[in-house]
């Protein structure tokens, strides 16, 4: 008999607010968030720590909101680096149980630890990595499931310092009364889709009557992704190198003939620039810099590097970058090799903006 999977979700909670009281602990009984700029009360909120949360104030939300809804709130400027290295620090306890480790974003990771409950039970597990986590500093909250998506679920019930079972067996009485727009992975487009067709709940989009108006409003395939997780019968494969960062992106060709024209180079690094772009897209990865590699017919190998303001994909702002970089470089030698490439990646999922008050709108609609 197959052995059944059990998966854990771990979600810190209000990650980079723990990690402020970790570096100032003066803020832990303070209302604070994470986020903003320096100009004016500008920017946007990225995390409310709990007690701010009390005040309605909360991540996206703009800073001068979060203001008028708690005058006295303290902002805390953002640091990705301190961030980056307590994340390090989460995932290592977690490979300290298993190897089976797959991490979703900087603050969220699934564990598979079906091999290893013969140990402890899934219970006992779960409190013992809260509790190690804890010790650290970096509260969290455990969702159980036979799925990834129901362990994601189970995680968001109860926060902070929660841990919940979600079985096939449980669906209809916990997930059925939930309205759509609660489910993991249903956008606010698509649950406005449904909405409109009044799809309220998950039972009303589980009731097969409703199957061909929501496979009208929502297309069949995203249809049946959706029922696949809300019967228990989606992926419990947790994969530790899915979403495996590389250190870069790169792509290069040497040359069957030498080339020196500025046109031919520039239409050769073209074909390589898309190559590397596709696979920034295709990945979900953005970039903080693009590079450039050249070797001459005497062998010589220079690359040259040009680092952008933020974490990017956006095509436009890497094609004017990679543009300005080939023409400051490239100076009429005869080439062997051409390269180009991205590096200092970081997932989409880990990234994290400082918006103003005059994109805060635009961005979020990109991450809907």
């Known amino acids: 008999m197959k052995k059944p999977r059990i998966i854990f979700h771990i979600d810190l909670n209000a990650f980079f607010a723990s990690v402020e009281i970790i570096l100032d602990p003066y803020l832990k009984n303070k209302v604070f968030a994470v986020g903003g700029s320096s100009y004016f009360k500008g920017g946007v909120i990225t995390t409310a720590s709990y007690k701010a949360r009390k005040y309605g104030i909360h991540s996206a939300m703009s800073v001068k909101e979060a203001y008028e809804r ?3 709130l303290i902002m805390v400027p953002n640091k990705h680096d301190e961030y980056g290295k307590y994340s390090r620090m989460f995932i290592d306890v977690l490979r300290s149980y298993t190897d089976q480790v797959y991490q979703a974003s900087i603050d969220e990771a699934y564990v598979d630890v079906t091999e290893i409950i013969d140990v402890k039970n899934p219970l006992k597990l779960a409190k013992d990595i809260q509790n190690k986590l804890l010790k650290m500093k970096l509260p969290c909250s455990i969702g159980i499931g036979p799925t990834l998506f129901l362990a994601k679920m189970a995680s ?20 059925y009364p ?11 487009k698509t649950s406005a889709k449904l909405h409109e067709i ?9 009731d097969i009557n409703n199957q061909d108006k929501i496979i009208e409003a929502i297309g069949k395939n995203s249809y049946l992704s959706y029922k696949a997780d809300l019967t228990g019968n989606s992926s419990s494969v947790v994969d530790p190198y899915k979403y495996l960062i590389p250190k870069s992106v790169s792509s290069e060709t040497t040359l069957t003939n030498y080339i020196d024209h500025v046109d031919i180079v520039k239409q050769e690094l073209d074909i390589l620039f898309n190559e590397c772009y596709k696979r920034l897209i295709d990945e979900d990865l953005m970039t903080k810099s693009i590079f450039i590699k050249f070797r001459t017919d005497t062998f010589k190998t220079t690359t040259k590097t040009k680092s952008l303001v933020e974490e990017t994909n956006d095509i436009n702002i890497l094609e004017r970058a990679y543009d300005e970089l080939f023409y400051d470089f490239y100076e009429g030698e005869t080439l062997r090799l051409l390269g180009v490439g991205f590096s200092n990646i970081i997932h989409k999922k880990e990234f994290q903006i400082d918006r103003n008050l005059f994109n805060y709108k635009e961005v979020d609609k990109l991450v809907d």
């Open 70 to 72: 708690y005058p006295k």
């Open 156 to 175: 968001d019930f109860k926060k902070p310092l929660g841990i919940t079972i979600l079985r096939k067996r449980d669906i209809k009485k916990i997930l």
């Open 198 to 206: 009044e799809i309220k709940t998950v039972k009303d989009f589980m």
């Open 178 to 188: 939930l309205d759509i727009s609660e489910i993991h992975g249903i956008g606010k």
